[in-house]
């Protein structure tokens, strides 16, 4: 009877113990489960940040300052590999001005040259995606000198151009049309005697252009008319050796 207790004793000692190896096995398990789930997790998010980085540096740089006649870098940042476009509005329609098909550099840079002063238009695109516009401001950088003048288009339609060496505010500006000829095509511009005249902000080294119409005023009896005379900028003239524009009453 005695040895029959024993013998129980001993084997529920051996099941217990069993009970609680397996316990501990299950729980190894587990722990080794969870680290391999977050070595999992970890790794996914470390690639989901790797593709966020790559898309975040996707970037087209335009100089804060571009000088006429000087060639400028411009740069894009974006993977190797990436289709690079830029294009320029030019009479009209976008111009190819650059483009890669596939990047050799995290960065790639390219040179452009404005002949003048003035604000242009580019467009670029990175990868497939569609066209980004943005504007480019070109300066003088070396200053300018002051000039005016003008040219015949023919049929009695004239052109002045004037470029101012410095920036004016209100600058003051007339044009003397003599001998009362008429004049069309200077909108916004008030009239006073034989004068059209209009005040303005200038800007240095950029061009002003106006083109008008001038007919003459042939009621008397000289054999031409004086339809041009002099153009004044706050009360200086600006004519230097320029000859009066003359149209003929015959």
Same mark, same amino acid.
């Given at each position: 009877m005695k040895n029959q207790f024993t013998s129980r004793i001993v084997k529920l000692? *051996?099941?217990f113990m069993f009970v609680l190896i397996a316990s501990s096995c299950s729980q190894d398990d587990e722990s080794m489960?969870?680290?391999?789930l977050a070595k999992e997790i970890n790794s996914e998010i470390a690639a989901k940040g790797a593709k966020m980085s790559i898309a975040a540096v996707e970037t087209f740089t335009v100089p804060n300052e571009v000088c006429a006649g000087d060639a400028t870098d411009f740069c894009f940042e974006a993977p190797i590999g990436t289709n690079l476009q830029v294009q320029q509005w030019i009479a009209g329609d976008w111009v190819q001005v650059y483009q890669? /098909?596939? /990047?050799? /550099?995290?960065?790639t840079c390219f040179q452009l040259t404005f002949a003048n002063a003035g604000a242009y238009q580019l467009r670029y695109k990175i990868g497939s995606g569609g066209f980004t516009e943005v504007p480019v401001t070109v300066v003088n950088c070396g200053g300018c000198e002051? /000039? *005016?003048?003008y040219v015949s288009n023919g049929g009695g339609s004239y052109t002045f151009t004037y470029i101012p060496a410095e920036d004016m505010t209100d600058a003051e500006l007339v044009f003397t049309f003599a001998q009362g000829s008429y004049v069309s095509g200077l909108v916004g511009w008030s009239t006073l005697g034989v004068t059209m005249q209009k005040t303005m902000n200038l800007t240095a080294c950029i061009a002003y252009t106006w083109t008008v119409l001038l007919t003459p005023n042939c009621n008397g009896n000289s054999s031409q008319s004086n339809l041009w005379t002099d153009f004044k900028v706050n009360n200086v003239s600006k004519k230097n050796t320029l000859t009066n524009i003359v149209a003929s009453c015959n």
């Open positions: 000692t *051996f099941a489960d969870a680290a391999v890669i /098909s596939k /990047s050799t /550099s995290v960065n002051e /000039s *005016f003048n």
